[in-house]
Each structure stands twice: as structure tokens, then as C-alpha cells.
């Protein structure tokens, strides 16, 4: 039998341990991101206590520690994190007659973005902090695990525990591998960076491994991150399918999706630099990524978005239960929630309570125009002309529809209709708050089966991009792409219309070296955000390593860190 009495001793000193996952994390641990010792009251109830804190730490006001240390009112967690992506790109505007509503400004204007400042220290410190409690639970039950038990029902549970903890740390470290690892681009210089991505902790990382811990590089972050999901793929519950943990479907699509960054990365490098620790070819990692996209497809039973369930204004992208479309995502609740510190508080301007009406959060103004109207995903922003304004369905009632669109702070055009606050509550953000939030859906495995296909055999690529608009979005499609490029600039058109405002785009943008701009003629961005257009990526998109890690981790230091990129794209104004 498994010795329960050894697994809650484990769990009590990973508790009462102060170590942390690398060395500048604070060491208070966010709302909901731990047990005390007085919750542990036995040790099943103590084990699924630490891998909900997991979910609860992605989803919790002040979830980084920012908001009680800096008056941070983006620290919603991994909404927050998105957000932060999204306001790099240039398909949200920010219509207000004061743009500094939008809480995300320092990101819209490439402002602030070196290791001194906490707006490039939070992706470090608030996924690092998910890391830790991820490493807990492997520590506090992987002994147990491999020495085996006679309970078949304990260790299954006990496994799949295990399982989501793996599936968590390879998620959290992609993510920090796609962010951190720097791409060439026209505007600094990280020549001599490539292929570096952030330092590993694990679960046997010690407090003195982590004062010199360095950068590794992709190949064996990437083989890091595939041994962590081959091992939740073992070990999970298959038999399990929460929308709000993770499941094989997820950990399917978390290959595909890296699968296919490597498979851009071996095209733009000309092959792999380290075949030694990975072997893997350009051709069979754009194959594996389409394989894994295809396996979700066929295998989850998920369908794309309905047009009644994208408009719905009760339930529209905020509802898991509401579609087939959603494979993981996180549930909100209220008690996890401030008013401000949420995601519907900044993405849905039909909420009256929140930032979003004041800062009139909508749609570039240049997206919108190569949106044809057949194309029902045109309705997600306000249209310009106001007789077309009975083709919406709003959120609330007839009062609150009035104090939308015509009260003190009334929509302008292109306001964003996307993000529904729940149930349709528009007044209550106890309840208009606590909306489940999305993070990977079924229509992302099209566009991954699509881009990997069209890197092996362009046509099939091109007809997989056809049919996926033709057959969920509008059938009178007509685009035929003839060149790689074509295809891309159609590709990244469809996603940018399909995934807007969900915190994927960024790494699109960076992986495909596609630029941004703001600076459009009869743009609706605000004259402090609209920076010129980029010749290719921002070099916003290499994520630096905040200066706090310096202190302690003698092997990161500004030699080896990426360069500050604040202010190296000029604004529109200045050319």
C-alpha cells in the first residue's frame, strides 16, 4: 500500500519550505496558491488541495502578488498574462477619449519593457510561481507513485494527480520557452542568443542549483517539455474529461502546438542545432504537429463554434457548457474575483462596472474593413453604421442595452461584442465576473493541421484553410492563396478574425515574422499607441528577464539576457 502518512509528511514540507521555484520568486504565495497546514486534515483532501491551486492560481485577482505590491490592476492571472500578448499586437484599440484606461498601456507602447520593470517581470515571476506548485505535487507524490500500491483505486487516483502536475509544468514551460527564446528581428540584436530559452527547475532543484542556474537551450527545454507530457499521458485518468484540468485531448494539442514551433523554428535556422539531445527534422516536426492536431480532431468530439453560440449575450466565450468547442479552459468563480481585477472587467464593455466601457476596448479599424459581411464573425465589434445595430443580439436588459450604446459612456464603433459578461449580467459583477475563460479550443487544431500541412505540401494547407472558413464561417469563401506567402498573409488573416482578444496571437506574430501596424490611414488607435509599422516582429516579443533574478542567479546576467527593446519601434508621427 501506498504510506499516506509519508506522502502528507511530503506535503508539509513542501508547504513549510520557503524554496522557490527560481530565485527572485517572492516568497508569499498568491491567493489560493497553496495549503497551510491546518487544511491538511488528511492526506487525499491535502493532494487534491495542491493541484487545485494550480487552476485557482490561474484565475484569482491578484494572482502574482501585483496587486497588493504595485496597485496592479492586470494581475488576474493567466488572463492577465494574455492580455498582456494581445496589447502588443495591433488588432485591439483602445477608443477612449483617455487611453489610459486601458491598464495595458505600457505594452501598447512599447514602453517600460527592460529588466528594470515589473511589466516584463511578471510573466517571470507569475509563471515560475505556477511552476513551483506544479513541482510540489510531483515531489510531494511521485515516490509513492513509483513504488507501486495494491489499491488500484487509490494509485489511479494518485496517478492522475500526478499526471495533471506534469501536464501543468510542460504548459507553463512552453509557454516561457515561446516567450523568452529570442527571434531575429530588425531592431536588436540577439544574434548571439539564439536558441536560449529560460533556466529549468524541477522538482530535485535545489535552492543552491538555482543561484547558478543558466538559459537553456531549445532543444533541451523542448525534450524537457515532450518527457513531461509523455508522462502525463501515462499516468492521467483517461477516463477523465474536465473542461477545468487537464486531459489527454489538451495534452494532444499542447504537442501540436510544439511541435509546430519547432517545426518554424528548423525552417527559419535551416535545420536542427542540436540533434544530439532532440532528434528531430524540420519535416517530422510539421509532421507531428499535424498528426497531434488531427488526433484532437478526430478523437475529442468537438465541433467549432456555432454562429447562435459565438453571439450568444448570455453565454457568448464565456460559457465551457454552452459550446462543443472548448477543450480546456479554467472556471471562475466570484469568490476568486475583485470587481477591477478580472478579465470580463477589461474585455467586455457591456459590463458597467468595469475598465472595458471606459476604455472602449475594440477592433482595429483595418481588420475590420477586410472582414467581408458574409462573415458572421464580423459581428463580434460594433458595427460603424448604427442601422445596422439591430442584426445584435446585446447582454441585459433594455435598460442596459440603452446605457450601452447611448449612456455616459457609450460605445463607439468597433467596440468589442466578443466577451459577454456571465449570464448577460451587465450590473452585478459578482455574477457578470465569474465567466469561464478559454484556453484552447477545437478551431485551433484546424489552424495547426493547416500551417503544418502547408509547410509539407502547400496545396494541402491551402485547401485545409479553405474548407475549415467555408464549412464553420461562410460558405462563399473565394480565397485560393498561390505562394507560401499568400497563404500566410490569408492564414494569419482567418486567425486574427477567429481568436482575437484570446492570447494566442502573440505567437503566431513571432513564429511566422509577421509585423504590426498601427499606423494605418484613418486609424482608430490612439495617437500614444500608434507606433509605426514593423518590418517584421516587434522585438517586444523577446521577453526580458527581469533584473530581480540577477540578485541571486549568478548565471543570468545582461550578457546573456535578451535586449530591452522599450522604444525601439518609433512612433507614426516621428517618420
Same mark, same amino acid.
Not at 34 to 52: F, G, H, R
Not at 94 to 122: E, I, K, V, W
Not at 272 to 277: F, G, M, W
Given at each position: 500500500?501506498?504510506?499516506?502518512?509519508?506522502?502528507?509528511?511530503?506535503?508539509?514540507?513542501?508547504?513549510?519550505?520557503?524554496?522557490?521555484?527560481?530565485?527572485?520568486?517572492? $516568497?508569499?504565495?498568491?491567493?489560493?496558491?497553496?495549503? =497551510?497546514?491546518?487544511?491538511?486534515?488528511?492526506?487525499?483532501?491535502?493532494?487534491?488541495?495542491?493541484?487545485?491551486?494550480?487552476?485557482?492560481?490561474?484565475?484569482?485577482?491578484?494572482?502574482?502578488?501585483?496587486?497588493?505590491?504595485?496597485?496592479?490592476?492586470?494581475?488576474?492571472?493567466?488572463?492577465?498574462?494574455?492580455?498582456?500578448?494581445?496589447?502588443?499586437?495591433?488588432?485591439?484599440?483602445?477608443?477612449?477619449?483617455?487611453?489610459?484606461?486601458?491598464?495595458?498601456?505600457?505594452?501598447?507602447?512599447?514602453?517600460?519593457?527592460?529588466?528594470?520593470?515589473?511589466?516584463?517581470?511578471?510573466?517571470?515571476?507569475?509563471?515560475?510561481?505556477?511552476?513551483?506548485?506544479?513541482? !510540489?505535487?510531483?515531489?510531494?507524490?511521485?515516490?509513492?507513485?513509483?513504488?507501486?500500491?495494491?489499491?488500484?483505486?487509490?494509485?489511479?487516483?494518485?496517478?492522475?494527480?500526478?499526471?495533471?502536475?506534469?501536464?501543468?509544468?510542460?504548459?507553463?514551460?512552453?509557454?516561457?520557452?515561446?516567450?523568452?527564446?529570442?527571434?531575429?528581428?530588425?531592431? =536588436?540584436?540577439?544574434?548571439?542568443?539564439?536558441?536560449?530559452?529560460?533556466?529549468?527547475?524541477?522538482?530535485?532543484?535545489?535552492?543552491?542549483?538555482?543561484?547558478?542556474?543558466?538559459?537553456?537551450?531549445?532543444? =533541451?527545454?523542448?525534450?524537457?517539455?515532450?518527457?513531461?507530457?509523455?508522462?502525463?499521458?501515462?499516468?492521467?485518468?483517461?477516463?477523465?474529461? #474536465?473542461?477545468?484540468?487537464?486531459?489527454?485531448?489538451?495534452?494532444?494539442?499542447?504537442?501540436?502546438?510544439?511541435?509546430? $514551433?519547432?517545426?518554424?523554428?528548423?525552417?527559419?535556422?535551416?535545420?536542427?542545432?542540436?540533434?544530439?539531445?532532440?532528434?528531430? =527534422?524540420?519535416?517530422?516536426?510539421?509532421?507531428?504537429?499535424?498528426? @497531434?492536431?488531427?488526433?484532437?480532431?478526430?478523437?475529442?468530439?468537438?465541433?467549432?463554434?456555432?454562429?447562435?453560440?459565438? $453571439?450568444?449575450?448570455?453565454?457568448?466565450? /464565456?460559457?465551457?457548457?454552452?459550446?462543443?468547442?472548448?477543450?480546456?479552459?479554467?472556471?471562475? #468563480?466570484?469568490?476568486?474575483?475583485? /470587481?477591477?481585477?478580472?478579465?470580463?472587467?477589461?474585455?467586455?464593455?457591456?459590463?458597467?462596472?468595469?475598465?472595458?466601457?471606459?476604455?472602449?476596448?475594440?477592433?482595429?479599424?483595418?481588420? @475590420?474593413?477586410?472582414?467581408?459581411?458574409?462573415?458572421?464573425?464580423?459581428?463580434?465589434?460594433?458595427?460603424?453604421?448604427?442601422?445596422? @445595430?439591430?442584426?445584435?443580439?446585446? *447582454?441585459?436588459?433594455?435598460?442596459?442595452? *440603452?446605457?450601452?450604446?447611448?449612456?455616459?459612456? %457609450?460605445?463607439?464603433?468597433?467596440?468589442?461584442?466578443?466577451?459577454?459578461? %456571465?449570464?448577460?449580467?451587465?450590473?452585478?459583477?459578482?455574477?457578470?465576473?465569474?465567466? !469561464?475563460?478559454?484556453?484552447?479550443?477545437?478551431?485551433?487544431?484546424?489552424?495547426?493541421?493547416?500551417?503544418?500541412?502547408?509547410?509539407?505540401?502547400?496545396?494541402?494547407?491551402?485547401?485545409?484553410?479553405?474548407?475549415?472558413?467555408?464549412?464553420?464561417?461562410?460558405?462563399?469563401?473565394?480565397? /485560393?492563396?498561390?505562394?507560401?506567402?499568400?497563404?500566410?498573409?490569408?492564414?494569419?488573416?482567418?486567425?486574427?478574425?477567429?481568436?482575437?482578444?484570446?492570447?494566442?496571437?502573440?505567437? !503566431?506574430?513571432?513564429?511566422?515574422?509577421?509585423?504590426?501596424?498601427?499606423?494605418?490611414?484613418?486609424?482608430?488607435?490612439?495617437?500614444?499607441?500608434?507606433?509605426?509599422?514593423?518590418?517584421?516582429?516587434?522585438?517586444?516579443? /523577446?521577453?526580458?528577464?527581469?533584473?530581480?533574478?540577477?540578485?541571486?542567479?549568478?548565471?543570468?546576467?545582461?550578457?546573456?539576457?535578451?535586449?530591452?527593446?522599450?522604444?525601439?519601434?518609433?512612433?507614426? $508621427?516621428?517618420?
Amino acid at each position: 500500500m501506498v504510506d499516506m502518512k509519508r506522502i502528507l509528511h511530503n506535503i508539509i514540507l513542501s508547504v513549510a519550505a520557503v524554496a522557490v521555484s527560481v530565485s527572485c520568486i517572492q $516568497e508569499t504565495v498568491p491567493v489560493g496558491g497553496s495549503v =497551510t497546514q491546518e487544511q491538511v486534515s488528511a492526506s487525499k483532501s491535502a493532494l487534491m488541495s495542491m493541484i487545485n491551486s494550480i487552476p485557482a492560481t490561474l484565475y484569482a485577482s491578484g494572482a502574482a502578488g501585483y496587486a497588493g505590491s504595485y496597485g496592479d490592476h492586470t494581475d488576474f492571472g493567466m488572463p492577465g498574462v494574455h492580455l498582456r500578448l494581445e496589447h502588443m499586437l495591433e488588432d485591439i484599440a483602445t477608443m477612449a477619449d483617455n487611453p489610459y484606461y486601458n491598464r495595458f498601456y505600457a505594452y501598447d507602447m512599447n514602453m517600460a519593457q527592460g529588466a528594470d520593470y515589473t511589466y516584463c517581470a511578471y510573466f517571470w515571476d507569475y509563471y515560475y510561481t505556477l511552476i513551483r506548485l506544479a513541482n !510540489d505535487v510531483i515531489a510531494s507524490i511521485k515516490p509513492a507513485v513509483e513504488e507501486g500500491s495494491t489499491d488500484e483505486k487509490e494509485m489511479t487516483e494518485l496517478r492522475h494527480i500526478l499526471g495533471q502536475a506534469y501536464a501543468y509544468r510542460a504548459w507553463f514551460y512552453f509557454d516561457l520557452a515561446r516567450l523568452f527564446e529570442p527571434k531575429l528581428n530588425k531592431y =536588436t540584436d540577439v544574434s548571439h542568443l539564439r536558441h536560449l530559452t529560460v533556466p529549468i527547475v524541477d522538482e530535485n532543484t535545489t535552492i543552491d542549483d538555482t543561484k547558478n542556474n543558466d538559459r537553456v537551450d531549445r532543444e =533541451t527545454m523542448y525534450k524537457f517539455i515532450f518527457d513531461d507530457l509523455a508522462k502525463a499521458e501515462d499516468l492521467l485518468d483517461k477516463s477523465k474529461n #474536465s473542461f477545468n484540468a487537464p486531459t489527454m485531448m489538451s495534452i494532444y494539442g499542447t504537442y501540436a502546438r510544439a511541435y509546430l $514551433e519547432l517545426g518554424a523554428a528548423y525552417k527559419e535556422y535551416n535545420g536542427n542545432p542540436n540533434p544530439e539531445v532532440l532528434p528531430l =527534422t524540420q519535416e517530422e516536426a510539421y509532421r507531428k504537429a499535424a498528426e @497531434y492536431a488531427r488526433k484532437v480532431i478526430d478523437e475529442s468530439g468537438k465541433t467549432p463554434l456555432t454562429q447562435a453560440q459565438w $453571439e450568444d449575450p448570455s453565454t457568448g466565450f /464565456n460559457s465551457a457548457a454552452s459550446n462543443n468547442a472548448w477543450i480546456w479552459g479554467i472556471s471562475v #468563480s466570484a469568490e476568486s474575483l475583485n /470587481n477591477l481585477l478580472s478579465f470580463i472587467s477589461h474585455m467586455s464593455a457591456e459590463a458597467a462596472w468595469g475598465y472595458a466601457r471606459y476604455a472602449q476596448f475594440g477592433v482595429s479599424s483595418s481588420l @475590420y474593413d477586410m472582414i467581408p459581411d458574409a462573415d458572421w464573425r464580423k459581428h463580434s465589434w460594433l458595427d460603424p453604421q448604427k442601422e445596422n @445595430y439591430y442584426a445584435y443580439k446585446f *447582454a441585459g436588459t433594455a435598460s442596459d442595452k *440603452a446605457g450601452f450604446l447611448s449612456g455616459g459612456q %457609450a460605445a463607439k464603433p468597433y467596440v468589442a461584442l466578443k466577451f459577454r459578461p %456571465a449570464q448577460g449580467e451587465c450590473n452585478d459583477f459578482n455574477i457578470g465576473n465569474a465567466g !469561464d475563460y478559454c484556453l484552447m479550443r477545437i478551431e485551433e487544431m484546424y489552424f495547426i493541421e493547416m500551417e503544418a500541412q502547408a509547410n509539407l505540401e502547400l496545396s494541402k494547407g491551402i485547401q485545409l484553410l479553405k474548407d475549415f472558413v467555408k464549412t464553420y464561417r461562410y460558405k462563399s469563401y473565394d480565397k /485560393n492563396p498561390q505562394s507560401w506567402e499568400d497563404f500566410k498573409k490569408e492564414y494569419m488573416l482567418q486567425k486574427r478574425i477567429e481568436f482575437w482578444g484570446e492570447g494566442i496571437l502573440l505567437f !503566431d506574430y513571432k513564429r511566422l515574422n509577421v509585423g504590426i501596424n498601427r499606423a494605418f490611414a484613418g486609424s482608430n488607435h490612439p495617437s500614444v499607441f500608434r507606433l509605426a509599422a514593423t518590418d517584421g516582429r516587434s522585438p517586444q516579443w /523577446n521577453i526580458v528577464i527581469t533584473r530581480a533574478e540577477f540578485q541571486s542567479n549568478t548565471a543570468i546576467k545582461d550578457s546573456n539576457n535578451n535586449p530591452d527593446p522599450s522604444s525601439k519601434i518609433p512612433m507614426a $508621427e516621428d517618420k
